[in-house]
């Protein structure tokens, strides 16, 4: 017996990645939901590699109850309208919005990371996926937090246009192309042209000079992973389609060196060391797109503070920022707390 699962937000780019990821690892499902907005009902939607499609259906007039999970990949207002309701149905929500996440009574849950903390999804029936730049960082970090005791996290993201949607993909395929054949390259969804540039500037501005995305990677952290910890990060839009790089430098409280962190790295869940000092050895985004891992290279000692450390990951936002991570959640809850699957 499996799991009737419902995907909302089905005909975006990370619904449509949460359906392909959950063909691709065979989760047991005995029902499978496409579910998005008005505009898409009746458009349907591959599920796998074998033919197989989905009808869409209306969000607004979708009833919740029997099924088990919901996998909602539809935006904040899509979650405040609709997750309470497939919640209060019976169905557990896994929310890839940013509208839970720091709710004290709903667990924000990257598996490698923190999964005994899915047991408090009781308390609302609501999971939250966090960020996509917060969930390769912590499975990168998790590790090496507990070999030495992480205190300081510097950042800087190099965040691909898909974070934005289908606009921003758009975007920057509409202006690479009109500025070879000279056309106007005018931003309309981002600040600034994107094509062949860089936007220091990812969500609004708060009042201490911060972006928003900034400080979800902050507070997420600090969720997920340890309260203790300090973050900075600096948050970049970057003209690559799909696939967000971040720079981290790690200061902790005991002594590490590269050596042992790559020994480490190289064992822990979810990441894929790629660490060879030579031309090429490292991974670039290009190499990260479609695949399940966390990449890690350029792990080096730095010599301006005591115990620090710099490396470089990589990893594919619409996979493990996203979609892959909202499935191994399900994956996850299956396994502690449903168990329905034969």
């Not at 349907?44 to 099924?67: A, M, P, Q, R, Y």
């Not at 939250?128 to 960082?137: D, E, F, I, K």
């Not at 839009?237 to 430098?249: D, L, M, Q, T, Y």
Request: hydrophobic share 40%; proline share 4%.
């Amino acid at each position: 017996m499996g799991y009737r699962v419902v995907v909302v937000g089905a005909t975006g780019n990370v619904g449509r990645e949460m359906l392909n990821i959950l063909a691709e690892r065979q989760f047991p499902l005995a029902e499978i939901a496409a579910v998005a907005s008005a505009r898409s009902t009746g458009d349907e939607i591959d599920f796998g590699d074998s033919g197989e499609t989905l009808k869409v259906k209306n969000l607004e007039h979708f009833d919740f109850s029997g099924w088990d999970i919901a996998l909602f990949a539809a935006g904040s207002e899509a979650s405040r309208t609709y997750a309470p309701k497939a919640a209060a149905a019976g169905c557990i929500v896994i929310d890839n919005s940013s509208l839970y996440r720091m709710d004290p009574d709903v667990p924000l849950i990257v598996p490698e990371v923190n999964p005994e903390a899915i047991a408090g999804y009781k308390k609302k029936n609501i999971i939250a996926n966090p960020n996509c730049s917060t969930a390769q960082m912590v499975v990168a970090l998790k590790p090496l937090h507990d070999a030495a005791k992480i205190k300081r996290v510097v950042v800087a993201t190099y965040q691909s246009v898909s974070g934005a949607g289908k606009d921003g993909m758009d975007e920057l395929f509409e202006q690479s192309r009109n500025i070879f054949v000279g056309d106007s390259a005018e931003p309309k969804k981002f600040t600034k042209q994107i094509a062949f540039n860089v936007i220091p500037h990812i969500d609004s501005f708060l009042d201490d000079g911060s972006t928003k995305e900034e400080w979800k990677m902050v507070v997420e952290t600090k969720k997920i992973l340890d309260p203790k910890i300090k973050v900075t990060a600096t948050c970049v839009r970057v003209p690559v389609f799909v696939g967000h790089s971040e720079a981290i430098n790690i200061e902790f409280e005991d002594e590490i060196s590269a050596a042992d962190a790559q020994k480490i790295l190289r064992e822990a869940p979810g990441v894929m060391l790629v660490d060879k000092r030579e031309d090429g050895g490292y991974v670039t985004p290009v190499e990260a797109v479609g695949e399940y891992a966390t990449y890690v290279s350029r792990v080096r000692e730095d010599s301006t503070v005591d115990n620090g450390l710099s490396l470089w990951c990589v990893s594919d936002n619409l996979r493990k920022g996203a979609a892959l991570n909202a499935v191994q959640i399900a994956e996850l809850l299956g396994r502690k707390h449903l168990q329905k699957a034969a």
